[in-house]
């Protein structure tokens, strides 16, 4: 009696632990499972959120961050003069700009570069003209130097002030980052190609490379014609002071253009847009800031120019 | 009993989800930047990023070999700064001071690290970069100054753990070493460092982690300059300078090659990290 109690005891005992067991395993293969169903429910929500796009209203500007601050200026008035527009102002760059306007992910594009051979698809409005200053520390005694002699110092050919008429001193060269569109006008207009030494200092906006020139007597850097300030020298460029008056007349051949491109002609809404920071009342708008309005500079005498 | 079991089971699964969650961000985070920044390395070939010094993206030149001599250089001159600096500091506060002066020390301390960085970046620019020109000579923006800048900034990781680490000796360590007849030199030197060694090495890890991965200060005071540096007093960029300067401009290839910029940041920093488990290990066994 008492051994078959035991064993029966010991049968379910021997079943309870067999079943603990196969649930233990059954735990354990649904954790498994439950892992790869969860990873697969974080990736996929990943996947559909990166792919998702948050519903759009009016219109978007994005591009050169040069042009960005007098984009928002614009987009500010334009909206207070017609309440229910919406224009949302971004930056990214130049690049990002053009390639934002050419997949549609901007109406409207901002450029502060000349559009490359590629990007010509793109219909072009010029919206103003900046001038590109050379700046220097102001106890520098060197004050002009012919575009040449900027090239092959900032080629690295050049490296003592000595060279050019200043104190035997090393020159410190600033520099813009690799995808700027200052640096690409830069590049463009002074370096003809040729590369701007390695050994540059590298500031990421106008700001900075100008910060950096008024702190070393030894530098040399480049920023926007708008952004000079009395604690950085501007140098002649060939004898030709760097001014807004210069530029207009056509003498100053260091400019670029502010270039807004579309995809094809503009929808009614971008186009209304366009032609407000053409009207007068947004010209003036970035000449109080030091822009030179599109008008005033005429192309035709920029013939000759770097900038064709 | 059964509702009891359910319940058991779903806790079990729900802290299994938020524990895979956080490893799930960390796969993520590895599987983008490798799937964006590999594809481009092996069309280029690795030797192109890692052995070329010309870093020329928009001509689709992309030698990152100034870059990653710049990583290295700075953090190792942020840990001759900082180790000393941050051990000497734990050491005198746990030893040789009074629970007062520690009381009011300690926490001024990590104050620091709760300084943002771009500030410790601004201090840089406007006082120890025209300081470095003046009186050692190059532009200002150099190795020398970001070191300088990353060794205080990662002072406090490293003191605070220390001193942690040191507090957490059974006091029978000391007063038994003293007991013997050792000095407080001595206790401290031969008893209680190597005692509290595998927390020192842990605080010099963090501090570690977080010179290789500074940025904006990085950016604001080391010049960026994409050539090899010859001296200490020359500009150069880092590998997260790099990402960071040219992110907003970067386009196709360019952007391309700044992802593959992040895949050699990583293995550089599962390099450091390996070595660093690897010594304290050897150390403690």
Not at chain 2, 139 to 155: D, E, Y
Request: charged share 20%; hydrophobic share 45%.
């Amino acid at each position: 009696m008492i051994e078959k109690r035991d064993r029966i005891r010991g049968i379910s005992a021997a079943g309870n632990s067999k079943m603990k067991e196969k649930d233990r395993e059954r735990g354990s293969t649904g954790s498994s499972f439950f892992c790869l169903f969860f990873f697969w429910l974080f990736f996929t929500f990943f996947y559909f959120s990166c792919s998702l796009r948050p519903g759009q209203k009016g219109i978007t500007v994005a591009g050169s961050t040069s042009i960005q601050p007098f984009a928002d200026q614009w987009a500010e008035v334009f909206m207070a003069r017609l309440p229910g527009r919406v224009i949302n102002v971004q930056g990214g760059g130049s690049s990002a700009g053009i390639q934002a306007a050419l997949s549609g992910a901007a109406q409207i594009g901002m450029s502060s570069r000349e559009l490359k051979p590629e990007e010509k698809v793109l219909k072009e409005f010029i919206v103003a003209w900046d001038g590109l200053a050379i700046i220097v520390h102001p106890s520098n005694p060197v004050d002009d130097l012919s575009l040449e002699k900027v090239r092959e110092i900032f080629a690295g050919r050049i490296i003592s002030w000595k060279e050019v008429g200043g104190l035997d001193r090393k020159i410190h060269v600033v520099t813009r980052e690799e995808g700027s569109g200052t640096r690409g006008a830069f590049q463009e207009m002074v370096m003809h190609g040729e590369r701007i030494t390695k050994k540059a200092i590298v500031q990421d906006s106008n700001g900075t490379v100008r910060e950096v020139v008024a702190g070393d007597p030894y530098a040399i850097g480049y920023i926007s014609l708008g952004l000079l300030e009395p604690r950085v020298k501007a140098i002649k460029l060939d004898g030709v002071e760097a001014s807004i008056e210069n530029v207009v007349r056509g003498n100053y051949k260091l400019i670029r253009p502010f270039i807004l491109v579309t995809h094809g002609e503009p929808a009614q809404e971008a186009r209304d847009f366009i032609q407000f920071i053409l009207s007068e009342e947004g010209q003036n708008l970035i000449q109080k800031q030091g822009l030179i309005p599109a008008k005033l500079v005429c192309l035709e005498k920029l013939k000759g120019n770097s900038f064709k | 009993m059964r509702i009891r079991k359910d319940r058991e089971k779903f806790i079990r699964l729900l802290l299994l989800a938020i524990a895979l969650s956080a490893i799930s961000i960390l796969a993520l985070i590895s599987i983008f930047i490798f799937s964006e920044g590999l594809p481009i390395m092996i069309r280029r070939g690795f030797k192109a990023f890692l052995l070329s010094s010309d870093w020329y993206p928009t001509e689709g030149h992309f030698g990152l070999l100034p870059m990653i001599v710049g990583s290295l250089l700075v953090t190792a001159g942020a840990m001759i700064i900082g180790i000393p600096l941050g051990l000497a500091g734990a050491i005198y506060l746990t030893q040789f001071s009074s629970k007062k002066v520690r009381m009011v020390v300690k926490p001024m301390i990590e104050l620091l690290a709760g300084i943002p960085s771009v500030v410790y970046g601004f201090i840089g620019v406007v006082i120890l970069v025209p300081f470095v020109r003046d009186n050692f000579g190059g532009p200002g923006f150099s190795i020398l100054t970001a070191s300088l800048i990353l060794g205080i900034m990662i002072l406090p990781t490293i003191l605070s753990i220390s001193i942690d680490s040191l507090l957490a000796l059974p006091p029978a360590y000391r007063e038994g070493s003293i007991a013997l007849g050792a000095t407080e030199w001595q206790t401290t030197r031969l008893v209680l460092l190597p005692a509290a060694r595998s927390g020192i090495i842990a605080s010099i890890i963090l501090g570690m982690g977080r010179a290789v991965g500074e940025t904006m200060a990085v950016i604001m005071i080391a010049g960026n300059a994409t050539s090899l540096p010859r001296s200490i007093l020359d500009p150069v960029r880092t590998l997260t300078s790099n990402i960071a300067l040219e992110m907003g401009y970067a386009s196709g290839e360019h952007r391309q090659a700044l992802f593959a910029t992040g895949v050699i940041l990583f293995i550089i920093i599962m390099i450091l990290n390996t070595i660093a488990n690897l010594t304290s290990k050897r150390m403690s066994s």
